[in-house]
């Protein structure tokens, strides 16, 4: 009897693409079930790769390629996504990411870039944006987007001051007088964080390391994200500020969320925006078999991870697959298998991840008893 199996992992960081896993898995699958129905759809949770997701996903997208302020001013070549719906999707990992940056800067750094890919998507014509914020470099709180969608962020004496967490030292007033609109049908935020903008919880504390901070870094950029929050309450309401600084995910991105937010975005969780944009909710509904994966399957996957939020979608029938499986997975899927186990080691899974990938879904498609 033909099943139809819906295969929608994440990507493997570093190893693959979300695309390139859910083919390996689907190549495997059908060694031992060559009759089953496969029907891939490449997942993510708003950071790298998201927009390539969508494109694999979503039956005529199209790319728009497009040259950006990269996050220390160099230009980067990047793209938006058009949907067929009038959505557009940005990833900001691709004009402001980590990845961007050698040496890392994280006074420096900023999300003009990331705002001039917005900008111009709007200017297609957009209806509606979906805005994917993972992997920033940045900790600047958003100022660079929303000077790039036309606010004015200047000192005491009426100048512009410099982008990035630095420039917010000498921040005085922000001028929104040119702000552009949000779309028709608004703005959706893609992220996985939950953090908000400031304290030992925030966007310098948890994320400021890892982008180049050390610990006296991070109290200097924290104070700078608290001097653009008492800025921002004189111009759109204290009570807006304020809330959009303790929102979850505020912090994603370097605070990309704060900037997001005061613009009038909302935010969810990438994992669900996803998700729900490429109809996996009811893909998954009739489904025989839904397969997700990631490359590590941990105690943080439950906090909106893609793996925990598909298996809450069919919890009597999705498998996984990761590159290391390291906390229980009985009673969350119906199988598991893992790259590292496979592979007899974590070095030999990295160095042929699809070879591996192809043998999980090979091993998972045997596990299977219709």
């Known amino acids: ?43 993510a949770d708003g950071g790298e790769g998201t927009l390539d997701a969508f494109a694999a996903a979503v039956p005529g997208a199209r790319r728009h ?87 004015r962020l200047v000192d005491a004496d009426g100048g512009p001051v410099a982008p990035g967490n630095a420039g917010l030292a000498t921040l005085r007033d922000i001028d929104t007088a040119g702000l552009r609109a949000l779309p028709p049908d608004g703005a959706v935020i893609l992220s996985d964080v939950t953090n908000p903008l400031l304290g030992d919880r925030g966007a310098a504390a948890v994320f400021g390391p890892q982008k180049g901070a050390t610990t006296a870094d991070v109290a200097v950029l924290d104070a700078n994200l608290a001097r653009f929050v008492s800025r921002a309450a004189e111009v759109f309401g204290t009570d807006r500020a304020e809330r959009a600084a303790a929102e979850p995910g505020a912090g994603a991105a370097g605070g990309a969320g704060f900037g997001l937010l005061l613009w009038g975005a909302t935010a969810t969780s990438g994992a669900r925006g996803v998700g729900e944009a490429i109809a996996l909710p009811e893909a998954a509904a009739t489904a025989s078999i839904v397969i997700t994966g990631e490359g590590r399957f941990d105690d943080q996957t439950a906090d909106g991870k893609v793996a925990s939020w598909v298996a809450g979608l069919a919890a009597d029938r999705t498998m996984l697959v990761a590159g290391a499986i390291q906390a229980p997975t009985e009673g969350i899927f119906l199988a598991a298998a893992s790259l590292t186990e496979l592979a007899g080691g974590v070095e030999a899974a990295m160095a042929e991840p699809l070879v591996h990938l192809r043998a999980a879904g090979a091993a998972l498609a045997t596990q299977y008893r219709p």
């Not at 960081?13 to 490449?42: M, Q």
């Not at 959505?87 to 990992?93: G, H, M, P």
């Open 65 to 151: 390629p497009i040259t950006v302020t990269g996050p220390v001013g160099d230009p980067v070549d990047a793209e938006w996504l058009e949907l067929p719906d009038g959505s557009a999707v940005v990833e900001l990992a691709q004009t402001s990411g980590l990845t961007l940056l050698d040496p890392l800067q994280p006074f420096a750094a900023h999300t003009v870039g990331f705002g001039e890919a917005i900008a111009a998507a709007l200017d297609h014509g957009a209806r509606r944006l979906l805005l994917a914020i993972g992997g920033s470099s940045s900790t600047d709180g958003g100022a660079g987007l929303l000077t790039a969608l036309g606010a």
């Open 1 to 43: 009897m033909t099943r139809h199996i819906v295969i929608a992992p994440d990507s493997f960081k570093g190893t693959a693409t979300a695309a390139e896993v859910a083919e390996a898995i689907a190549d495997g699958w059908r060694t031992i079930r060559p009759d089953d129905l496969l029907h891939s759809l490449p997942m």
